[in-house]
């Protein structure tokens, strides 16, 4: 499923002008610019000549990801090095296409929730619910010794949080079993769907860590939580001040 979000409302504008004065989605473009680059820069890649070629590279590979990436095994022992890998492990991808998804889904959904949460607080959301996403999934295949890489389980919160602040915002979904024809469907329609998706191949996955579909659900549900949670105050604030401090019934 490929989408792509229209405008929610008049408080969205055009980013690229808005980023050039600091006012953009800054942290959702930094995010994306910190992945590519560490992808581009690591062995994962391909790209450079110094890790070698054939099976020089393929040992490249599997010690940058065991060093950054979460094994569940070492993060449950209580290793000091395994215990910053659900951070490290958001920014280190395994393949391009890996890679290009998670960052499409950043872009369309990232900046948008950034603007509404502002700049810091979005930052540490996007950190502390990828970690806590990276480290639920580790507590369910406690021990397993595979390695998880990806920022999914970030960027499903992201998803989440956005559910919940711009449910009827237009979605263009382009879905493989309806021939790639392009739809518009609200977020409340689009982003539920993609949960049922990311379930059942959930309960498909009986072979350990692999395509981490429980770390996105832990992640979708954080985002999704914390944003009704952070925003409850704010709208029975603004309630009472429309009602001039009276208490009011909400059906």
Known sequence: MITKTGAAGRGVRNWAGRILTGHGPVVTYGLIAVCCAVFV???AAGLNPAYGTGDALLAEQRS?????????AELLSG????????????F???SWLHL??????LYVFGGMVEERL????FALFYLGCGALALFGYALANAGSEQTLVGASGAISAVLGAFLKLFPKARVTSLLPF????????PAWIVLPFWVALQW???????????VAYLAHLVGFGLGFLYAWVRYAGARGAAVRARTGGKRVRLK
């Not at 290793?79 to 958001?90: E, F, G, M, Y």
């Not at 290009?100 to 889904?105: A, D, E, R, T, Y």
């Not at 502002?118 to 607080?121: D, E, K, M, N, R």
Request: zero cysteines; charged letters at 10%.
């Open 41 to 43: 820069l690591s062995p």
């Open 64 to 72: 940058f990801f065991a060093r950054w990436g979460v094994i569940p």
């Open 79 to 90: 290793s000091p090095r395994a215990a910053i890998t659900p951070v490290t492990a958001l």
């Open 92 to 94: 280190v991808h395994g």
């Open 100 to 105: 290009l998804g998670n960052m499409l889904f």
């Open 118 to 121: 502002g700049h810091l607080q």
């Open 178 to 185: 309806l021939f790639f024809v392009p739809l518009r469907f």
């Open 200 to 210: 059942l191949a959930a309960q498909r996955d009986a072979s350990g860590p692999g």
